[in-house]
């Protein structure tokens, strides 16, 4: 949480700051316990199977997820394969119907897939990881009143995390990515969540970006602690 400290009004704003960062250490410590975060962060792989539809079409998927931070996605395109994976800091991708053989990932495009790497949320430990958070408040966002958080990293991205205020579950992320010195807004819709050993996972999740659906993920099954050999997430 960011402490804007004149000097001069340094007693005025002490006495403010403890209430607000409160008000935030008890969305954040609700929103962990409705989520199971305790039981999830005992998770060593995540293993996700779904359709993507997007364009019309219904696209099944694999995702499978390791700590610290290795990711792998397979997603099949009328009989092609087309596969997207982190391996710690490096990526890689298969796209047949340019070439059969692996490419290396880099730019934006390793940053967005790095991204999904971890398994934990970005709001746990955050301290820890050097990042800032402010609490914004309640307000009304896809027709609920949900608590806002607003996350920045190290890097320059930021995020607006949606709580709803009766679940303390994430319903909507936005984040700003700077491409370029050109600001990118996304947009993550989270629904349908379910009771995974302990964990409330959502099995719907939509993206958007300027407002527009470009597509959205049904997950049908979800399954932890699945035995994945590191192997997976190596460059072919």
């Known amino acids: 949480m960011h402490r804007y400290i004149v000097f001069i009004l340094a007693i005025f704003c002490f006495s403010i700051q403890q209430p607000y960062s409160q008000s935030l250490d008890q969305v954040l410590a609700r929103h962990f316990e409705a989520s199971g975060q305790d039981a999830f962060s005992r998770v060593t792989t ?22 610290p931070d290795k990711m792998y996605i397979e997603i099949d395109l009328q009989g092609m394969k087309m596969v997207q994976a982190i ?20 730019g934006p495009e390793l940053h967005n897939a790095g991204r999904m790497a971890g398994i934990d949320s970005d709001l746990i430990n955050w301290e820890e990881k050097g990042y800032e958070i402010e609490y914004l408040g309640k307000e009304l966002a896809e027709g609920n009143e949900m608590y806002r958080l607003k996350l920045r990293k190290g890097e320059g991205d930021t995020y607006h995390f949606f709580i709803d205020s009766g679940t303390y579950l994430i319903s909507r992320m936005v984040t700003l990515t700077d ?9 993550t819709v989270l629904s349908d969540y379910r009771d995974v050993e302990g964990v409330m996972m959502p099995f719907r999740t939509e993206t958007r970006y300027d407002g527009e659906t470009l597509g959205t993920n049904v997950i049908e099954k979800i399954e932890f602690d699945v035995v994945i050999e590191d192997q997976v997430f190596s460059k072919p």
Do not use: N, T
């Open 179 to 187: 491409y370029d010195g050109q600001i990118v807004e996304g947009e």
């Open 87 to 106: 391996d710690g800091d490096s990526g890689w991708a298969v796209e047949p119907w340019m070439s059969p053989d692996a490419r290396d990932l880099s």
């Open 46 to 67: 995540v293993r996700s199977a779904g359709k993507a539809m997007q364009m019309g079409m219904e696209l099944p998927f694999i995702q499978i997820q390791k700590r």
